[in-house]
């Protein structure tokens, strides 16, 4: 869109304070640091990245219920929400990357919230849930929230396991050298992560050999998976690594080859303040810049003389920003030689602290809970949180994905991530978290973009004022693109107008921006039929097309659970019975505009308050003041009065029939009255983009229909899901003895779900719900993010019996 860059230039100028650089020796007044100053703003400029986390009520569910979900988007660097887009994206994906369920919300002041249900022709199995914006497309899925949610359907069985040749193919060892790569004849530090097919971590005995002879080396994982080794790569000579599991399973694997020249990286604690960065090379070239960047900022560029071919730089915890900083080193050549990640947790979080009023309730209960934000951690005003209250099964699920660990780790790194919470629950365990920064260390922001940055390319606008549906105009017979540009239309029948155009650019693409399209509806796209019937508009899938590998882990089900599920199973189609019309109920959100495109006519005609003549010309002819009704070459023309010039347009208005555009009048005065409902007329010029037209017809029928109005056989017809409608959480009351004497069964598991608690000056919000007929243990999960960027999670459990 036009305005994109400038809009996202704002932005970064609101969310970010001027950079710093810290550095050290002769290089602090060097010309390159000021080079790379300046290239890095610019490139921080023109990249604004948005991150995107999911809260979903819980993360087991049976076919039959509904997933609640709160999508929250922040600003990648500094974690505060950010408002620019207003449509986020949600796919649920089966272990082959197919989507069996796909939605869009609509956002605002970074948020959205909305629900989907789960079919009962699902698999029992596990599902990816994955969500981004338009604008996050341009930066491919690694940038995308995932999350792994179990599905059990009572009334299916799980998919068969994938079947393989050899025990040994169930397992995967991959070796990360520290910095990089391996140069012979200098020490390196070697992580290794031995997991299974679906990314877990193995426990296993490790030894390596020298020439498939000599046992040099013997290690085992320190957690998950991961550990990691030191060893001299000789010349001549290649190295193998043999892992054997408890069941005698043995995992071999050649380690990466070393280089005959280069430099080698090796970061570790100097004191509870500083890391030390020492360097090895294979020659004495100097000198070499230790550059850091965190969260898209470059903090940090030292210099340093490469001395008996080592060098040594110290760099100072607290410049390195929270989260991970990326530890670059670079030649004399300003060339990228070693790499290394580090991760400092942040300092402050938000503390959320869940309080119910009892331990122990009977059924039918009311429950009140508080939810306060410990104020030493950040301010509790203006908090947004989402609150979820639900029973715990017996079942297996997997580990609830919190908003901490997913803005500051998984988000971060490349793959898998196992226990992504046990880094922020144990911040201790410092080896751990050392292994993890060496094996799933990403470069997103790549230094060879920032340094010799090509012209920026983004595919996807930022969709900062509403839908964007994309399309191209094509031929009719060749199918190619149009190369010139040419007017199409967008319209969305109904008794609300909802109507745009645009022009195709250069190869043929047209971008439509609707906002607030709310609900499943056809939409119709075409080209002016009298003018370019040689083409075409085809409408573009508006969801990703390109997915991560990682893959998702195979349901096992106890079999000594199977009766506990057909319990279940039982109980949510009894919910279903009883209040399934209620679960439907849906509406537009509250923030929905549902003005005119135009804003308001300057004329409207209700044909019931009038005698209803049996022709279309007799209505226009008696019943619309300030238009004419004429015939040329035997054809009608409708100009409209202009009253902003006091006279008659030369040329027709823009002529709309529910929402669609009729290009041929005769076609309309064709068309039978009793069908028409009202007029609204717009006398004056109206403005949509590079287009205009002088003036509007909008006519509206009973049924919103057409009314029998024939469309050219070119247009394009779809059914189109627009935003998401807001459905009802179902929170029945229990405050009078009638309620709690209802015959009416009570089998709710989930028993609340706050998109959004209010949070006040006090940093207390209070929430009050009933339980159900359901005993057992409860889980209340709080997730939520102040507005200068700190997030955090709660807490807490209840009985009811």
């Not at 892992?243 to 004191?271: C, H, W």
């Not at 306060?372 to 509790?380: D, F, L, P, R, T």
């Not at 983004?458 to 009719?476: C, D, L, Q």
């Not at 349901?555 to 000594?560: I, N, R």
Request: with cysteine; aromatic share 10%; net charge negative.
């Amino acid at each position: 869109m036009p305005n994109s860059r400038k809009l996202i230039r704002r932005y970064l100028n609101l969310l970010f304070l001027p950079m710093t650089l810290g550095a050290s020796g002769v290089f602090g007044q060097d010309a390159v640091q000021k080079d790379w100053q300046a290239t890095a703003r610019e490139y921080r400029s023109q990249r604004l990245q948005e991150k995107m986390f999911v809260h979903t009520d819980k993360e087991l569910y049976l076919a039959g219920e509904i997933c609640w979900f709160k999508a929250y988007v922040v600003e990648a660097g500094s974690h505060r929400p950010l408002d620019m887009s207003k449509v986020a994206y949600l796919e649920w994906l089966d272990k082959d990357n197919k989507p069996v369920l796909q939605t869009k919300i609509g956002l605002s002041a970074g948020h959205g919230d909305g629900s989907v249900y789960l079919p009962l022709s699902l698999h029992s199995g596990n599902y990816r849930v994955r969500a981004y914006t338009n604008w996050m497309k341009n930066y491919g899925p690694d940038w995308f929230f995932e999350k792994n949610i179990t599905v059990v359907n009572t009334r299916r069985t799980a998919e068969p396991p994938p079947a393989d040749s050899s025990e040994a193919g169930n397992y995967r060892a991959a070796f990360f050298p520290e910095g990089g790569n391996l140069v012979e004849n200098l020490n390196s530090r070697i992580a290794f992560r031995v997991t299974d097919r679906y990314g877990k971590g193995v426990d296993c005995a490790g030894v390596v050999t020298q020439d498939d002879q000599d046992t040099i080396v013997r290690c085992r994982p320190y957690k998950f998976g991961i550990g990691s080794f030191v060893l001299k790569p000789e010349t001549g000579h290649h190295y193998r690594a043999i892992f054997r599991l408890a069941d005698g399973t043995a995992i071999q694997s050649l380690l990466p080859a070393a280089y005959k020249e280069g430099m080698v990286m090796n970061v570790s604690a100097e004191d509870s303040g500083h890391y030390r960065v020492n360097i090895q090379s294979s020659s004495d070239a100097s000198p070499v810049y230790l550059a850091v960047i965190n969260r898209g900022i470059l903090r940090q560029v030292q210099t340093a003389t490469l001395q008996g071919a080592k060098a040594s730089f110290v760099v100072d915890k607290k410049a390195l920003g929270e989260g991970i900083a990326q530890l670059t080193l670079f030649n004399s050549g300003r060339q990228p030689m070693c790499e290394r990640l580090v991760f400092q947790a942040p300092t402050r979080t938000l503390d959320l602290n869940l309080q119910a009023d009892a331990t122990t309730y009977g059924t039918r209960k009311k429950i009140d809970l508080t939810v306060s934000v410990n104020e030493a951690s950040a301010k509790a005003e203006g908090a947004d949180c989402s609150v979820s209250v639900f029973r715990v099964d017996s079942l297996p699920a997997g580990e609830a994905d919190h908003i901490n660990p997913w803005l500051w780790l998984s988000s971060d790194l490349k793959g898998t991530i196992e226990s992504p919470g046990y880094y922020f629950d144990h911040p201790g365990d410092t080896q751990a978290m050392d292994n993890l920064m060496m094996t799933h260390g990403w470069r997103k922001y790549r230094w060879d973009d920032l340094l010799h940055p090509a012209p920026l390319t983004f595919n996807y606008p930022p969709e900062y004022r509403g839908a964007i549906i994309s399309g191209k105009v094509v031929n009719n017979h060749t199918g190619a693109a149009a190369t010139t540009p040419l007017q199409a239309y967008l319209s969305v029948p109904g008794g609300r107008t909802q109507f745009t155009t645009v022009l195709s650019d250069d190869e043929g693409r047209v971008r439509f921006e609707l906002k607030d399209f709310y609900g499943g509806q056809e939409i119709i796209v075409q080209t002016n039929p009298l003018r370019d019937s040689n083409y075409r508009v085809e409408i573009a899938n508006p969801f990703a097309e390109t997915y991560t590998d990682d893959p998702l882990p195979q349901l096992t089900l106890p079999a000594a659970d199977s009766g506990m599920l057909v319990d279940d199973g039982v109980a949510m189609q009894v919910l279903n019975r009883y209040i399934g019309e209620r679960l439907k109920r849906s509406r537009l959100p509250d923030i929905a505009d549902t003005t005119l495109f135009y804003d308001k006519p300057d004329y409207s005609y209700l044909l019931d308050s009038y005698v209803r003549f049996t022709t279309m010309e007799e209505v226009m002819r008696e019943y619309v003041v300030m238009m004419l009704v004429k015939r040329r070459e035997d054809h009608f023309h409708l100009p409209l009065f202009n009253l902003a010039y006091d006279q008659f347009f030369d040329d027709d208005p823009l002529i709309l029939l529910d929402g669609v555009p009729i290009f041929n009048i005769d076609s309309l005065v064709a068309l039978d009255p009793l069908k028409i409902r009202k007029l609204h007329t717009v006398n004056r010029r109206v403005f949509m983009g590079p287009v205009n037209f002088t003036g509007i017809l909008n006519w509206t029928t009973y049924k919103g229909d057409l009314g029998g109005y024939i469309l050219d056989p070119h247009a394009t017809v779809v059914d189109y899901e627009g935003l998401q409608m807001q459905r009802e959480f179902y929170s029945p009351s229990y405050a009078t003895d009638a309620a709690v004497a209802s015959h009416l069964p009570d089998f709710r598991t989930v028993l609340y779900w706050a998109p959004e608690v209010p949070m006040p000056a006090s940093g207390n919000g209070k929430l009050s719900f009933y339980s159900s007929d359901v005993p057992g243990k409860y889980i209340v999960i709080a997730e939520g993010i102040s507005r200068d960027g700190a997030a955090g999670s709660g807490m807490t459990s209840f009985e009811v019996k």
